[in-house]
């Protein structure tokens, strides 16, 4: 199965210089000038910044158990589903709808989903898993969660939980 290839937001470039003060984006690991820089407290970048470092990390896992990224992203959107358009698909896996088209074509083929004529829109397909789809997913699906549990050890529940509903809140206004 060829692996679809995955757009990632291009690093912006950071400060050259270490310092031993401490700036917002210096909790990050990153080096940093005495002053702070833009980015260095640029919302955009640091959650960008972390949605790659923590990313990252599970990427891997994915790739070992053959799956592509972008197969990954739309099994796990669609585990717990009982079906989703392709539309929606696409805006949640943030990819163009042709893309996730093409990608859902190969994943029937593959026998991890099926597609089928929306009752209410014969244009529109519906897309969800089929069980050799929810076997191939689910061992994913609980390291994600052990990847995940590692990652709110690491910051604490607490911060995490409250981080998720300001992003949610993010994702609710600007959506």
């Known amino acids: 199965m060829p692996k679809?290839?995955?757009?990632?937001?291009?690093?912006?470039?950071l400060p050259a210089s270490p310092s031993p003060s401490l700036s917002p984006g210096s909790a990050l690991g990153l080096s940093m000038n005495n002053a702070t820089g833009f980015v260095d407290d640029y919302l955009a970048y640091l959650l960008a910044r972390a949605s790659h470092l923590?990313?990252?990390?599970?990427?891997?896992?994915?790739?070992?158990?053959?799956?592509?990224?972008m197969?990954?992203?739309?099994?796990?959107?669609?585990?717990?589903?009982?079906?989703?358009?392709?539309?929606?698909?696409?805006?949640?896996?943030?990819?163009?709808?042709?893309?996730?088209?093409?990608?859902?074509?190969?994943?029937?083929?593959?026998?991890?989903?099926?597609?089928?004529d929306a009752p209410h829109?014969?244009?529109?397909?519906?897309?969800?898993?089929?069980?050799?789809?929810?076997?191939?997913v689910k061992p994913l699906l609980d390291q994600a969660r052990a990847h995940e549990s590692q990652v709110m050890a690491?910051?604490?529940?607490?911060?995490v939980a409250q981080l998720k509903r300001t992003l949610e809140k993010i994702i609710r206004v600007r959506a």
């Open 121 to 136: 829109d014969k244009r529109q397909s519906l897309v969800s898993l089929t069980p050799a789809g929810q076997r191939k």
């Open 54 to 69: 923590i990313s990252s990390e599970f990427h891997a896992v994915v790739e070992a158990n053959g799956l592509s990224l």
């Open 71 to 116: 197969e990954w992203r739309v099994m796990a959107s669609l585990s717990g589903k009982d079906a989703l358009s392709v539309g929606e698909l696409a805006n949640i896996v943030l990819a163009k709808q042709p893309t996730v088209t093409k990608l859902v074509g190969r994943m029937e083929d593959a026998g991890w989903v099926k597609r089928v």
């Open 4 to 13: 679809t290839p995955v757009s990632q937001p291009l690093p912006l470039p």
């Open 154 to 159: 690491d910051i604490g529940t607490a911060e």
